[in-house]
């Protein structure tokens, strides 16, 4: 079940610059996407979400880009800070039919920021 | 801040034994759900439980499973007969209404010898 990948096992990025982290899915009743970061042997901590009714939502440095066309999500984050250094997992869920909001996670990307 | 607690941290259990993960989910959240995620592969969702009810369930979910919320704050997840492969990461998560975040727990550790 690969309904939602992220294809970059990890990025290491400069402290300072921006950080990139890309994830594709193939289910079209997806309709809210949501990015976490996780710290090894700690649950998920959500950071931040997107409805497909837009395209881009902010919350300080972190942005979230969704591409409905394309099928793809992106999240930004700027500056990248050490303290970012995690994993980040996006998901997805759907409203619809008999979901109740069950989240389908992308494998994870490891995000080293060096100083 | 609210946030949703989880017991043990860790469980060490010998196959074929039951085992009992508690979750405390946020007060005001109406949507409970199970997760687990195996070491070094993806988090995968279980069992999801509104009204009182199993609302969904993965293929994982087997009969080996059962989810309760007994008092009306705890949830909890029993598995019957433990298996080697149910070792893993299992996380609660709830969350208010439908298409909003999940707040995930810190995690239970089940390693099954």
């Known amino acids: 079940d690969q309904q939602v990948k992220q294809n970059s096992p990890s990025l290491s990025v400069q402290e300072g610059r921006i950080s990139i982290l890309n994830c594709d899915y193939t289910?079209?009743?997806?309709?809210?996407f949501l990015w976490y970061k996780k710290y090894p042997a700690e649950g998920p901590t959500f950071l931040i979400s997107?409805?497909?009714?837009?395209d881009k939502n902010e919350d300080g440095r972190f942005t979230v880009f969704l591409n409905k066309s394309a099928k793809h999500l992106s999240l930004h984050i700027v500056p990248s800070q050490p303290g970012d250094s995690a994993v980040y997992f996006c998901?997805?869920?759907?409203?619809?039919?008999?979901?109740?909001?069950?989240?389908?996670f992308g494998q994870g990307t490891i995000l080293t920021v060096h100083p | 801040e609210p946030e949703v607690t989880q017991t043990p941290s860790h469980q060490v259990t010998q196959m074929g034994q039951e085992v009992i993960l508690r979750c405390v989910p946020i007060s005001n959240h109406l949507y409970f759900y199970w997760y687990r995620q195996i070491l070094g592969q993806k988090v995968e969702f279980l069992v999801s439980f509104y009204n009182n009810e199993i609302s969904e369930k993965s293929e994982i979910f087997d009969d080996q499973f059962s989810v309760e919320r007994p008092d009306g704050s705890n949830f909890t997840l029993k598995i019957r007969s433990t298996k080697l492969e149910d070792s893993a990461m299992y996380f609660c998560a709830s969350k208010v209404v439908m298409n909003t975040e999940a707040f995930f727990g810190q995690g239970t550790r089940l390693t099954v010898v």
């Open positions: 289910n079209s009743m997806f309709d809210y």
């Open positions: 998901a997805a869920s759907s409203a619809g039919g008999t979901s109740y909001g069950k989240l389908t």
């Open positions: 997107i409805s497909s009714i837009k």
